[in-house]
């Protein structure tokens, strides 16, 4: 039998080992479980009654994006007075073209076995001959335990080193282990997400503290920048005056940084925070929401919905309070998409956990539905027909990345737990196949990873 340790997702999240008997996925039209919702247009940017954020700059000073950007300047129905009504503006760039994609798999032996950390790889997203290991001498993770998440950028690929690590892995792009750097060594830091800034050639880094592992109470509200060739000389940047906020989960749109904040006022506050920071200057808006604790990744797919990003917020942990969220990306409106419940038998009676959209536009959410003493779903939601579905049970919702998609093959990958394993499993979400695949570890981050023309 394989001892399975699933990974911490936030501060707030429990430890929950799931067992079910083996089930086969249904076909999507005859879904065993559904309920109507409000319908949702994709791109929708009315602003929800109990948002009322405000933008403003790392002053705490309103920057004018809100509702000023909602007048337009100019009569919509005016012809424009241009003789070259094709020509791209300068500030546009063309949008890099995907040539292949494939699967990135971090596991660990669990999550108090010291430096029991793996990662695995599936070219071109084929998993029939399995998962390939890239072999890491003496394993990641640190001397305590081993808790990881997986970033992937341009050029190359890491893995993150989380609980009691400042380790990250750097792999290229042919799945080759590169180096080993340590962003702060002997200092507790609970690295939770990383990406790339090619405006700098830098690296950024969130976690969730800054301060000794005893403290335990000191979070942080700065995020680590540095370079790949010195990261000895590793700064900070606040990104919030609360001072408990912890950066979590993040995503680069355009040149704008999105870093969800987590643990507001020590998990007291009724607003949540997402923080934008520019690439080019490093200043710093804020975005308040009308939920605490954005805990899933935020999401973005520009094949769907260009001007918005989604994210899920669990709120406080079993009480009902938390939502799927919309925010556009120019204005920071927000609207809030989905709540959860607390309606006995309600399918959204649980907490949202993440999320994935796929190119169709529908969502793929992973959901504890406690009702069901912890029964993980993995819930479809199609926005413009208001209909919410569970499509599959048993899922493992509690790794670093439980769910990610390919704009390549249209499908999703996700972990689900069959009695004492645990498998990788992909949806194809065009012909509704499945397939999965047996995992020698416990599952701790999945990413997919795109090459570039």
Request: proline share 5%.
């Amino acid at each position: 039998m394989k001892k399975i340790v699933f990974s911490v997702l936030s501060l707030i999240l429990l430890f929950v080992f799931v067992s079910c008997e083996d089930s086969t996925l249904p076909d999507l039209p005859d879904m065993d479980e559904s309920m109507d919702v409000d319908a949702f247009e994709i791109g929708d940017e009315e602003t929800t009654d109990d948002s009322d954020q405000t933008p403003v700059n790392d002053s705490g000073e309103p920057t004018g994006d809100g509702d000023e950007t909602n007048v337009p300047d100019d009569d919509p129905t005016e012809i424009p007075d241009t003789e070259e009504p094709d020509e791209t503006p300068d500030e546009e760039e063309p949008e890099p073209v995907i040539k292949a994609a494939h699967i990135i798999v971090a596991t660990v032996g669990g999550y108090d076995v010291p430096m029991s950390g793996h990662v695995y790889y599936a070219e071109n997203e084929s998993l029939t001959d399995g998962l390939k290991e890239i072999p890491v001498e003496g394993g990641m993770g640190s001397s305590d335990g081993a808790d990881l998440n997986v970033a992937a950028w341009e050029n190359g690929f890491a893995v993150i080193g989380r609980h009691d690590s400042s380790s990250l892995y750097f792999f290229t792009p042919e799945f080759e282990f590169e180096q080993e750097i340590q962003v702060k060594p002997d200092t507790y830091i609970n690295m939770q997400d990383m990406t790339y800034n090619p405006f700098k050639d830098e690296f950024i880094v969130s976690a969730l503290n800054f301060d000794d592992f005893d403290s335990k109470t000191t979070f942080s509200n700065k995020l680590f920048i540095f370079k790949k060739d010195s990261p000895e000389t590793a700064t900070t940047l606040e990104i919030s005056d609360n001072e408990s906020a912890s950066p979590a989960k993040m995503k680069v749109v355009g040149k704008k940084l999105f870093v969800a904040l987590q643990n507001l006022e020590n998990n007291t506050s009724a607003k949540g925070e997402i923080a934008v920071v520019n690439l080019e200057d490093h200043s710093v808006e804020r975005i308040t929401l009308p939920t605490t604790n954005p805990t899933g990744k935020i999401e973005y797919n520009k094949n769907v919905d260009k001007n918005h990003i989604y994210l899920t917020t669990t709120g406080n942990w079993k009480q009902g309070d938390g939502a799927l969220l919309q925010v556009n990306t120019d204005t920071y409106e927000v609207k809030k998409v989905l709540s959860e419940s607390e309606e006995e038998n309600n399918i959204l009676d649980g907490d949202f956990v993440d999320l994935s959209i796929a190119d169709s536009g529908d969502f793929f959410i992973i959901f504890s539905n406690n009702i069901l003493y912890n029964d993980n779903s993995l819930l479809l939601y199609k926005p413009n027909e208001g209909k919410i579905s569970k499509i599959d049970s048993g899922i493992n919702a509690f790794a670093a990345n439980p769910i990610d998609y390919s704009s390549v093959s249209g499908k999703i990958y996700y972990f689900v737990d069959e009695k004492s394993d645990t498998y990788l499993k992909s949806l194809d979400t065009k012909t509704n196949k499945s397939e999965k695949i047996l995992l020698d570890f416990g599952p701790a981050a999945l990413r997919v990873k795109y090459d570039y023309k």
